[in-house]
């Protein structure tokens, strides 16, 4: 079955400083991955997805992630973070040549510290 | 274009009380899902459809029931609600690569 890690639960980092948020996967197929940021009291909303094609995938806000197969990893990355980006962020993957699942990691709370 | 709908938003339960859990979409999208999110746990999948009249289990089906009659709605059901079912409901809906979600229904079961 397919899986998702985070490894990190919280995620510290000066405004301004280049950031990543950690995920990794396992599926048996050729997966399609996706990472979703939530703000307090609100719903998911999307940020970007890998589903084929070029490796580097860029997204909303500046955020950008990088498929690495040989790694089975999926990280998020941002230049320059900002304060507003603190939020909780989720990696997902579904393995389409298995099922219709969509599942996600436990999540990570990114501090953007000002 | 309301996107993803769910009725209702807060809602307080005993235990031992039942209630449905209605989730809309007006986009046409054949694939819909359940989840619950717990702090720590992220989030995860309860339910889920691939298509009007279709249901299948998630990660965590116990205690809960679904059905899609309609294309648009998947209803979440709680027959006989638990204190461990305190939680915040998602629904989704997914056309291809594009997943929807709505904005939740914080659940809690005193």
């Known amino acids: 079955a397919q899986s998702v890690a985070q490894p990190e639960d919280q995620v510290n980092v000066a405004e301004g400083n280049p950031l990543t948020v950690k995920c990794t996967y396992s599926?048996?197929?050729?997966?399609?991955l996706f990472w979703y940021v939530q703000y307090p009291n609100r719903g998911l909303q999307f940020l970007l997805k890998y589903i084929t094609g070029d490796n580097l995938v860029k997204g909303s806000y500046g955020f950008e992630a990088e498929f690495n197969k040989s790694q089975t990893s999926f990280h998020l990355k941002k230049p320059s973070a900002l304060v507003s980006d603190s939020a909780l962020y989720f990696c997902a993957v579904r393995d389409p040549d298995r099922d219709d699942k969509i599942i996600f990691g436990k999540g990570t709370r990114l501090h953007i510290l000002p | 274009n309301a996107g993803v709908t769910q009725t209702p938003k807060f809602r307080v339960l005993k235990t031992g009380q039942s209630m449905t859990l209605l989730c809309a979409q007006d986009m046409n999208h054949e694939y819909m899902y359940w989840y619950r999110q717990d702090p720590g746990m992220g989030l995860r999948l309860i339910h889920y459809s691939v298509g009007e009249g279709t249901t299948a289990k998630g990660e965590v089906p116990d205690g809960y029931n679904v059905s899609r009659l309609k294309k648009q709605n998947f209803l979440l059901g709680l027959e006989s609600a638990a204190p461990s079912q305190t939680s915040v409901y998602f629904c989704?809906?997914?056309?291809?690569?594009?997943?929807?979600f709505g904005q939740g229904t914080r659940l809690t079961v005193v």
């Open positions: 989704a809906s997914r056309r291809q690569g594009w997943t929807f």
């Open positions: 599926v048996s197929g050729n997966p399609y």
